[in-house]
């Protein structure tokens, strides 16, 4: 019984997450680079992650982290600034639909960033499902490039550039995140977070109305959902959800993204629904499935 219930409390975790996720597309579309410059964007997002996981570790149990925990920490943070920078910069040129869809492919490049850094075998059904998120991204792009208005290929190379960061992210932090509690690894994260984003935020802080205060009430609004949901509970719930669920069926759930933002886009006006969408998201959730569901001999 305990069993299933700890197992409910991961399922609930990462679907609350992924939720979340395909949300934040919508809301930093509605504010960047309008009223607020990518690179302030993420600033704003690490420093007040930074703020509220140090403000709730006074009252956790304090853990000491190790020196050499810390250095992957450092790195790991370094490639938390350049997924959230790239996923920035990425709203100057993409939809949200693509931005959610191109992420959906994540599970992809992290089983491919294994097999490469890490030795972990890839299976022939892994290798089909490597070949249906190809095609998912041909079928989006090639479409796209002549005939869709809420495409860039700019913007779709950043947001490229944002899940190759967002896998070296998960790489990284592999190994650490199982050893301290989601609070105590945060808090440290988003440190060197604002330490490395603050400075490439400053030449731009001046021409952003939502710091001088000529934003309208929307454009706070949404930096909140994102500040609050998409930076600090939704990567509070991740770890959760992983101590409690095998990672593979995490990473399941992220096919859920581009749905709840393609649906959020069309319905608000960001976006239109042509016939490539869906069926570039199908072959995605296809070969993530494939490559999620491989097992290895030893396993």
């Given at each position: 019984?305990?069993?299933?219930?700890?197992?409910?409390?991961?399922?609930?975790?990462?679907?609350?997450?992924?939720?979340?996720?395909g949300i934040n597309p919508n809301c930093s579309k509605a504010i960047v680079p309008e009223y607020v410059s990518p690179e302030v964007f993420t600033a704003i997002r690490m420093v007040f992650a930074l703020v509220a996981y140090w403000v709730v570790s006074a009252f956790c149990k304090r853990?000491?982290?190790?020196?050499?925990?810390?250095?992957?920490?450092?790195?790991?943070?370094?490639?938390?600034?350049?997924?959230?920078?790239a996923f920035a910069e990425a709203m100057n040129y993409i939809s949200p639909t693509y931005v959610s869809l191109i992420s959906?492919?994540?599970?992809?490049?992290?089983?491919?960033?294994?097999?490469?850094?890490?030795?972990?075998?890839i299976s022939s059904r892994k290798a089909t499902g490597v070949m249906f998120g190809i095609s998912g991204a041909l079928?989006?792009?090639?479409?796209?490039?002549?005939?869709?208005?809420?495409?860039?290929?700019?913007?779709?190379?950043?947001?490229?550039?944002?899940?190759?960061?967002?896998?070296?992210?998960?790489?990284?932090?592999r190994s650490i995140s199982g050893r301290y509690s989601p609070v105590t690894l945060m808090k440290w994260m988003f440190l060197f977070c604002a330490i490395m984003s603050v400075p490439l935020a400053i030449p731009t802080i001046g021409e952003s109305s939502l710091l001088r205060g000529?934003?309208?009430?929307?454009a706070y609004v949404n930096m909140a959902v994102v500040a609050v949901f998409a930076t600090v509970v939704a990567y509070f719930l991740l770890p959760v959800s992983?101590?409690?669920?095998r990672p593979t069926t995490v990473s399941m759930y992220s096919n859920m993204q581009p749905i709840v933002t393609s649906v959020v886009a069309v319905a608000v006006g960001q976006d239109t629904l042509?016939?490539?969408?869906?069926?570039a998201l199908v072959l995605v959730i296809i070969g993530v499935f494939l490559v999620t569901t491989s097992r290895a001999k030893g396993d």
């Open positions: 019984m305990k069993n299933k219930e700890t197992k409910l409390t991961g399922h609930l975790a990462v679907i609350a997450t992924y939720i979340i996720f853990e000491r982290v190790a020196r050499r925990d810390m250095l992957l920490i450092i790195l790991g943070a370094f490639c938390l600034v350049g997924t959230q920078l959906a492919m994540s599970p992809l490049v992290v089983m491919l960033a294994a097999a490469v850094f890490l030795g972990e075998p079928v989006m792009i090639l479409f796209s490039l002549h005939n869709d208005t809420h495409y860039s290929t700019k913007g779709a190379v950043l947001c490229f550039v944002n899940i190759l960061f967002y896998a070296a992210y998960l790489l990284v932090t000529n934003a309208p009430a929307t992983l101590k409690y669920l042509t016939w490539n969408k869906p069926l």
